[in-house]
């Protein structure tokens, strides 16, 4: 097996308690959070009121019709809420307790099935990070059994629970390729698997981030504008292969939920799509910010868009800060991390450092100290890029790579960011304006 050193990146020092035990919660409501979907204008296909079930598209693609989307329950579409210029934010719905439902897959017609059930969805494509055109098959195919983002679950502990129905998933999703299949592991991957002229198992080593999609495409099989691979995550490959091996569509996945507040991390067992409001079993409250997705890359969780994001496996639990410190900028920060020695806290190691939504400062251009080359492992001329994607130049963003990157990404970027820049919203924003002006 073929093994790669990352060399740059970044692991958070924080220390929390792993509860080993899983935990299977049911939610009492699931829904779509619409901006999940990158590149998505959606219309609705059904109405308030109406039933709904896991075979029954609830909205759909403008642009491409024939990208549905699907919320694996049966139950009933109870409210749907909306932005400006009318655009659908989320839907709301009741659900029925079951989340395991028989059907009957073609196996002749791999596509087709999956469309139908609504697992397609569970494939995106790069350059642009969306979901891709069924009708545009890929050359290479991604699966990714490599997880480093801070405070996640370890993949390999997970891969144990679905291992059967993952390496079923894995000789169905590589049909779907007409070059080959990158399966990319950790370096706690402990199966002894040998490649085949189509499967390809490659083991990634080094901090975050060596886990991210963007990486091991970065390194096996770089992207661009005349270029492109789809890629999935293992537990989504795992649903595939239940269903073609069992005939059984699944709509739970393991969920890491890291709460900083108590620093623990507990694994549950739940439907993707979950209101997360039920799975943590409070109410919404002022004083926490609840993230769904990682401390590095999510979407915050609000009244009005509760629901776990369809490609996010973590919840994260953070203090609210909503008052400033007096001072603070003249304070000695032994509580403040830093990627530089900027701060009493390097002289005790890291022990009293907290970790909150506090940005310790207003934003400030870009200061060029050498951060963001420390934990970017691309090779690409990261500062130059950042420069150029913040006074918004498309064309210098191309030519040095930009289409080889997705929000999370350059999630680490803005962490370390010196200005405190937002380098994951400003990607986004241009990816967006490249593929209207191309396509």
Known sequence: MKEINIKKGFTLPIKCKYNSEVKTVVPKSMGLTTDDYKLFK?????????????FKPVIFNKKDENIKINIPANGNLTKITRGEKRKILSIFCDIRPEFEFEFN??????LNTLLECGLFSAFRQRPFDFIPNPEKRP????????????????????????????FAGVQIVSKLASKKTFVCVDENFKYNIKDTDNITYVKFKGAHPAGLTGTHIHYLY?????KSIWHIDF???AAIGKLFSRNILSAYRYIAISDLTKNEVNIVKAPMLSNIYDLLDIDFRDDLRIISGNLFYGRKVTEDEPFLGRYDYQITILKEMTERKFMEWALPGKDVFSVKNVFLSKLFG??????????????????????????????????????????GDEEMCQKLGILELSEEDLALCTFVCPGKNDYVKMLRETLDRIYYDSF
């Open 235 to 237: 537990q989504e490959v």
């Open 139 to 166: 050359e290479v195919i991604f699966i990714n059994v490599c997880e480093s983002r801070p405070l996640s679950y370890n993949s390999s502990q997970i891969l144990q629970l679905i291992e059967d129905d993952f």
């Open 42 to 54: 959606p219309r609705l296909m059904l109405e308030e009121s109406s039933n709904i079930s896991p």
């Open 350 to 391: 890291d022990k009293n450092i907290s970790f909150d939504t506090s940005m310790h400062g207003s934003i400030r251009p870009i200061v060029p100290v050498g951060s963001y080359e420390k934990v970017f492992p691309f090779d690409i001329e990261i500062t130059h890029l950042l420069r150029y994607l913040s006074v």
């Open 222 to 226: 770089p992207v661009n504008d005349k």
């Open 105 to 110: 897959a073609d196996k002749d017609d791999i």
